[in-house]
């Protein structure tokens, strides 16, 4: 029995892992392709990389709690509870993404505004 939990668990696991290797080499691989152009493209792949390694820890810690308790409702037999905590935990995402998403064109507009020299 206790063979068999490990290798769920393990099946469950690698695919997590698999995923988290991958989301890093693309900023590996970002910061490999601009490495050639110039020390301040290398900079600014960084620092985007940094940026979206947080913003993506975020919503993988808010999925992954929605998941849990989208389980313990599932397990315990309230289906509803569950619905409710799914429906949730997706608002809240979306509502986070919305927000995030207008802070960054806001941000991007007034430095789009600082650099033209209109601000």
Same mark, same amino acid.
């Given at each position: ?41 290398? =900079?600014? +792949? ?9 913003? #993506? /820890? %975020?919503?993988?810690?808010?999925? $992954? ?23 949730? =935990?997706? +608002? ?9 998403? #207008? /802070? %960054?064109?806001?941000?991007?507009? $007034? ?9």
């Amino acid at each position: 029995m206790k063979e068999n939990a490990k290798m769920t668990l393990w099946g469950l696991g690698w695919p997590i892992m698999i995923e988290m290797f991958l989301q890093f080499m693309i900023g590996s691989v970002d910061t490999l392709m601009v490495s050639h152009i110039s020390d301040q493209a290398v =900079a600014a +792949v960084g620092i985007c990389n940094q940026f979206f390694q947080v913003v #993506l /820890v %975020l919503f993988v810690t808010l999925d $992954s709690g929605m998941g849990v308790v989208v389980a313990q409702k599932l397990g315990a037999g309230k289906h509803e509870e569950a619905r409710k905590a799914a429906i949730t =935990a997706t +608002v809240l995402n979306m509502y986070l993404g919305a927000a995030l998403g #207008l /802070v %960054l064109l806001f941000l991007r507009r $007034s430095r789009s505004s600082a650099a033209s020299g209109t601000g």
